[in-house]
Structure formats: C-alpha cells, structure tokens
C-alpha cells in the first residue's frame, strides 16, 4: 500500500484538504494558488509525485524553509517580543500531507494498542487520563 504509486486523486484530495489562505512559503505560491490552477498543473505535480516513487528522494531545495520573525505585540524591540514561524514550500506541504494521509491507512495495523497519538480514533491526552487513574487506584 504505501509502494503504490500516487495517484491524482489523492494528491488532488489532500490538495483540496490544505487550506489555501496561508502565507506564502520559499517558493511563493500559496496553496490557494495550486488547487485554482490543479487542471493546469497536476501532470507537472504528479511528475514530482512520479520522480520521488521512483528514486526514493527529491530536490534538497523543496523543503525549504524560510525562518520569520512575527511580533507579539505591537512596538516590539527585544527578541522576546517576537514569535518565530517556519514558512515551508506549498509542493512540499502538499508532499507531506500526501504522505501523511498514506500513513493513516496502514498505521493502525502496525502500531502497539497503548499507541495514542497520531492513530485516528486515539488520542494522545488518553494516556494521561489512564496514568491518572491507574496512581488514583493506587
């Protein structure tokens, strides 16, 4: 399942999950950009998609990122008044979800039961809760 090649479909469906009103990455295109222009677009995307099946590997340059300094509030001067965001490539964003919605299909028949987080259907803040129960019986 996760050999298979990509399809357009899934790339087109996670294209249309990611939301298109976030700021612009290195590359400078929003994902609003990618999924008004998909009919345009997809055959040279899903070359992208072909190129890493096939070689296992991409350009080092599709996941870069951009370091930026946002202010918490107004008038900042000292580094502390600032808040650090990554801003990451759309194509590269879009690879990762692809990936990530692959992963969901096989995850939950390889991983432990006491896994909590990143399964679908768990979630991570039962672990706490048990952990609390189990020392409050204690």
Known sequence: MLE???SKEEVFGALSDLNGDKALGPDGFSMAFWQCSWSFLKEEVMGFFKDFHDQGRFVKSINASFLVL???KGGAEDLKDFR???LVGSLYKLFAKVLA???KKVVGKIDSKSQNAFVEERQILDASLIANE???SM
Do not use: T, V
């Open 134 to 136: 189990a020392i409050d």
């Open 84 to 86: 650090p965001i990554s």
């Open 101 to 103: 919605n692959k992963l």
């Open 70 to 72: 946002i202010p918490k």
């Open 4 to 6: 298979a090649f990509f």
